[in-house]
């Protein structure tokens, strides 16, 4: 994330003057970060946000819609394309597997730290625009009735939590019906109870301060003893256990990263935060930025969500297949009579 570089500069700052070699040993360190931690045109906090829904694969006879959800520092684009290639693997990969699904992105403003201006958009507020957009651009697509999964890294998965539970509570039918649509939701990396990195990351804020504005609020919903966050947690819980005792069952996978961020000794989220009682917990052998970069088809971090995704998308058309049956033989007998 982009604190770890300011963190390295800090660092370098107080110690600059006393070892010429430790500036060498902070530039190495900055080139070798991941990806988002490093200033790109697709990264760069100053340059013009690509917020909002992006169709990365349009389908008419699509039996299920895709939406992907980024995190901290990220945007719908550069969080999922590896560095090095110019698109998102949704985007190139997944229709090699996925052959009837429409895929979509969302953006939002994440950013926790900037040199100019960060968004004061809290994590509810996300949640609101993703519910309107995401069903603006199902109602222009005509698929405001398709099933729909949720693809989410990091504080991506808080948004869409919120982002669902807005649309159970919503009485416009068309807003609702996200809530009535939703299939399962993917969570990578996400910080159920909290990360480390809340506390973390605001050191280098204010020892600098070379920053003019920082979106607090954003960082503070990742404590791990913040109310909004166990309160996210607890009406999603509620939620799920309400929906299982109507007979619905929504489909909920966990992915883990196994690996620590470079230079930082342990992982952004811990295992016990990324995963939920009594749901497949998954991992990926990468650290949190690039446990959603993938290269080719055989990378076994993408084998892995791909094949929650199948299986998904195979219940999706047996039940469309059931339904379909069920509603012929209703005909049948109304005809008879």
């Not at 190495?28 to 946000?49: C, G, I, K, M, V």
């Not at 100019?116 to 697509?141: I, K, M, Q």
């Not at 990195?197 to 070379?210: C, E």
């Not at 084998?303 to 998904?312: A, D, N, S, V, Y």
Request: charged share 25%; glycine share 6%.
């Amino acid at each position: 994330m982009w604190c770890q570089v300011e963190f390295a500069r800090w660092k370098h700052c107080l110690t600059r003057d006393k070892s010429p070699r430790i500036h060498q040993q902070q530039t190495t360190r900055e080139s070798t970060s991941p990806p988002e931690l490093r200033s790109s045109p697709q990264t760069n906090p100053d340059s013009s946000f690509p917020d909002g829904i992006k169709v990365l694969r349009e389908c008419r006879d699509a039996t299920s819609d895709i939406c992907f959800v980024h995190g901290l520092t990220g945007n719908r684009d550069s969080i999922w394309t590896l560095d090095g290639q110019s698109q998102p693997w949704p985007e190139t990969l997944l229709p090699l597997k996925l052959s009837r699904v429409r895929i979509l992105t969302y953006g939002y403003d994440a950013y926790i730290v900037q040199k100019s201006v960060a968004s004061a958009n809290r994590l509810f507020d996300h949640a609101r625009n993703l519910l309107h957009d995401l069903s603006a651009n199902r109602a222009e697509a005509d698929a405001s009735s398709r099933p729909i999964i949720f693809v989410a890294h990091s504080l991506g998965g808080l948004v869409c939590k919120e982002a669902v539970l807005l649309s159970r509570d919503n009485p416009e039918k068309y807003l609702h019906n996200i809530f009535n649509c939703i299939k399962g939701i993917i969570f990578l990396g996400t910080p159920h109870k909290g990360s480390w990195l809340a506390d973390w990351a605001t050191i280098p804020v204010r020892t600098l301060g070379i920053v003019k504005s920082t979106n607090k609020t954003l960082l503070k919903s990742l404590e791990t003893d913040d109310q909004y966050l166990q309160s996210v947690q607890d009406r999603f819980w509620s939620m799920v256990r309400e929906q299982q005792k109507a007979g619905r069952d929504l489909e909920i996978t966990c992915f883990f990263e196994e690996l620590p961020l470079l230079g930082l000794g342990k992982t952004v989220v811990s295992r016990n935060s990324a995963t939920l009682e009594g749901y497949n917990a998954i991992s990926i052998h990468a650290n949190h930025s690039n446990m959603v970069k993938f290269s080719t088809v055989d990378d076994n971090g993408f084998k892995r969500l791909l094949g929650e995704l199948l299986r998904w998308e195979s219940q999706i058309r047996l039940s469309a297949t059931s339904q379909l049956t069920g509603f012929e033989e209703a005909q049948r007998r109304k005809i008879g009579t």
